[in-house]
């Protein structure tokens, strides 16, 4: 019996019986013709309605098919990088979608990423969080200091980002995210990455939290804590005279607060990128006792583990 025509290869027309790798071929050419067209696979129940054109979870499917490596032939593609240089939106997707994908281990930790501008008081977060739950802290930024200070380039922590290019402090970040993922992986705990979401250098604000960075710590949440800019003036002044961070450049209100707005913005695309979920809390103008603002903020940092 005769295969229709529509199943039949170009290459088993000229003679070479049709087998198995032929049948896979026409599927991918039917779902790149697919693809091209408005007319969906088949109909029926379980369809979702696109524009004037009805698709089904099919797509969904295609995208776990390709993540998990199962799609057969040239729809596999081997992604090597998210900026995909000649490569589909859906290769770019897919290669995301299959970097932050779970362990298959059973590992109910949770990562959460804290952070807000420098002098925010992220530390008394932490100190509140640690009297009530167990919970271990890894600083992003003891991580790159490290680094720097081994490798010559610094000897002062604030030196960092005035010193040090761009391009050098990207790739200091990408070691410091595989050195703390080496030291997650030794935890049996929940654990807080206290970080910053925008650094400001002489050549402007870079991420915090570059996609690698995110690809390797792969965090469940970020929590973003915002202050009163002069709070923040407040306790910047304290630790210049203590001796701490001298160094640390002197930045008018204004400086603060569009920080604090451009951490927002940072942190909503590290949540889109990453998948992590993303709680901004803010402080409240007049505080009924001291530290109140960081138990609440403590409290909100909390219910994050609580809702697992």
Request: with cysteine; hydrophobic share 35%; proline share 4%.
């Amino acid at each position: 019996m005769a295969l229709p025509d529509h199943l039949v290869s170009q290459e088993s027309k000229k003679g070479r019986s049709y087998d198995q790798k032929d049948a896979d071929q026409d599927q991918i050419d039917r779902d790149e013709r697919l693809a091209q067209t408005d007319r969906p696979p088949n109909s029926g129940k379980g369809w979702l309605r696109f524009g004037e054109v009805e698709y089904k979870d099919y797509l969904a499917q295609k995208l776990e098919s390709f993540a998990s490596g199962e799609a057969p032939g040239r729809m596999r593609p081997a992604v090597s990088d998210a900026t995909g240089n000649n490569l589909s939106m859906l290769a770019t997707i897919c290669h995301i979608y299959r970097s932050f994908r779970s362990a298959e281990a059973e590992d109910d930790r949770m990562i959460v990423i804290l952070t807000g501008v420098p002098g925010c008081g992220k530390g008394k977060v932490i100190e509140f969080v640690k009297k009530k739950i167990d919970v271990s802290v890894l600083n992003f930024g003891d991580f790159m200091f490290r680094i720097a200070k081994e490798s010559g380039m610094v000897k002062d922590r604030d030196d960092m980002r005035k010193k040090i290019s761009v391009e050098t402090s990207r790739a200091m970040q990408k070691k410091a995210a595989e050195a703390i993922s080496s030291e997650i992986a030794k935890m049996g705990e929940n654990v807080i990455v206290d970080t910053h979401c925008t650094i400001l250098s002489p050549a402007g604000y870079f991420p915090g939290l570059p996609f690698e960075v995110l690809q390797r710590l792969k965090p469940h949440a970020i929590l973003v804590r915002e202050v009163s800019p002069a709070s923040v003036l407040e306790r910047r002044e304290k630790d210049r005279k203590s001796g701490v961070r001298t160094k640390r450049d002197e930045e008018e209100l204004s400086a603060i607060e569009l920080q604090q707005q451009l951490n927002r913005c940072y942190a909503a695309a590290y949540s889109a990128v990453s998948g992590a979920t993303l709680k901004v809390v803010i402080d409240r103008e007049v505080e009924e006792y001291p530290y109140q603002n960081a138990e609440l903020a403590a409290k909100a940092l909390i219910e994050i583990f609580e809702f697992k």
